[in-house]
């Protein structure tokens, strides 16, 4: 197996060590036909796009668009962070993103006491499950990024919500925190490499072996093929 897309990459707009270019020549060079950029966006306090630096990451991902738009298609994305037990997220206003992952993320600055205390205590595992699908409900998103990573949740809950709302549940590859019974659900999955550096787009073995083990047929991958 072998992916056909990249969806969540970084780069150094929040904190990997390569450029936006680098990414897209790395995934022409693994042979993707896709790729995502998708930094983190602004709540994170540690490594959130700055806003001051927003449009000159947009601005850099559409001239990778248009630079190699013969050889590879790129989508100018962006990686949430659930900041509120309401579903509330720090999607920047005024941008129309091609891709919008969500995430919890230990740093990202939540919106009120009562979401930190129960993010940072992991207390009440049901209304941390209900913030992601309430973030869900509220539409335009396309991956739900590392589920339970950094907080417990209900997998099967949040994978009816996925696809009732058209949403990926995402299998990732630097966070290896899914079991095969984490993800015994009825969903459809996308692979992602999250790569921190350029040489990672596209790379995602750990990821492809617990597909392997937990006997997910590629009917139900989004970007994933035979060799």
């Not at 740093?107 to 207390?123: E, L, R, S, V």
């Not at 949403?167 to 692979?191: P, Q, R, S, Y």
Request: aromatic share 8%.
């Amino acid at each position: 197996m072998r992916l056909s897309a990249d969806y969540h990459t970084h780069t150094r707009f929040s904190h990997a060590s390569g450029s936006v270019e680098d990414n897209v020549r790395s995934a022409i060079a693994a042979g993707l036909e896709t790729v995502g950029i998708a930094d983190h966006s602004i709540a994170h306090a540690l490594y959130g796009i700055k806003k001051r630096r927003l449009n000159d990451y947009v601005a850099d991902i559409n001239r990778a668009k248009r630079k190699y738009e013969s050889r590879i298609e790129v989508r100018c994305g962006i990686e949430l962070n659930l900041i509120g037990l309401d579903g509330s997220t720090d999607m920047p206003s005024d941008y129309d993103f091609d891709l919008v992952i969500l995430g919890y993320h230990k740093a990202a600055i939540c919106k009120d006491f009562a979401t930190t205390w129960q993010f940072f205590t992991g207390a009440d595992k049901q209304r941390i499950t209900d913030s992601y699908v309430k973030a869900i409900q509220k539409g335009n998103i396309d991956i739900v990024a590392h589920p339970g990573y950094g907080v417990p949740v209900d997998y099967t809950k949040i994978a009816k919500a996925c696809s009732e709302y058209g949403t990926w549940f995402e299998i990732n590859n630097k966070h290896a925190d899914l079991t095969e019974e984490d993800i015994a659900v009825d969903t459809k999955f996308v692979v992602s490499s999250d790569a921190h550096c350029a040489q990672n787009v596209g790379r995602a073995p750990r990821a492809l072996e617990l597909i392997k083990r937990a006997g997910i047929g590629i009917s139900r991958i989004v970007n994933v093929e035979e060799d």
